[in-house]
């Protein structure tokens, strides 16, 4: 059986790029967080019942809910989704700055260029 893959963030430090990429990864690291109580919550489950539900313990869920967690894992979010009557959806979608790229041509003289 395949292992689960972990989503962990890490801060590099450095420029502002890498600071602003930081800031989206605890922001979206906080929503997992998030998402994880209010679904609990939605199902009337305490974090013991979730936990009995998917074969852990009470902190491990606790750890999951805290923004502070790194580890992650595909196949926990997933059984955390079906024991709260959700689903879990994963999705990429490109940066809101992504740059378009343009199409190369051929031009005269087999030179190519951007149009």
């Known amino acids: 059986m ?20 930081f800031r989206r990864c ?8 998030t998402q994880i109580a209010a679904l609990r919550e939605r199902a009337g489950l305490s ?28 196949a926990t979010l997933a059984k955390i989704a079906a024991a709260a009557g959700g ?9 809101v700055r992504a740059r378009r790229r343009q199409p190369i041509v051929q031009t005269q003289g087999n030179a190519r260029q951007r149009t």
Do not use: H, W
């Not at 395949?2 to 990429?21: E, F, L, Y």
């Not at 605890?26 to 967080?33: H, S, T």
């Open 2 to 21: 395949p292992k689960s893959k972990t989503v962990a963030i890490q801060n590099d430090g450095g420029s502002r790029p890498d600071r602003n990429q």
């Open 26 to 33: 605890q922001l979206a690291r906080l929503q997992i967080a």
């Open 47 to 74: 974090q013991a019942a979730l936990a009995d539900r998917i074969g852990t313990k009470q902190a491990g869920i606790a750890r999951m809910e805290r923004r502070d967690y790194q580890g992650y894992m595909v």
């Open 87 to 95: 689903r879990l959806e994963v999705r990429l979608a490109p940066s």
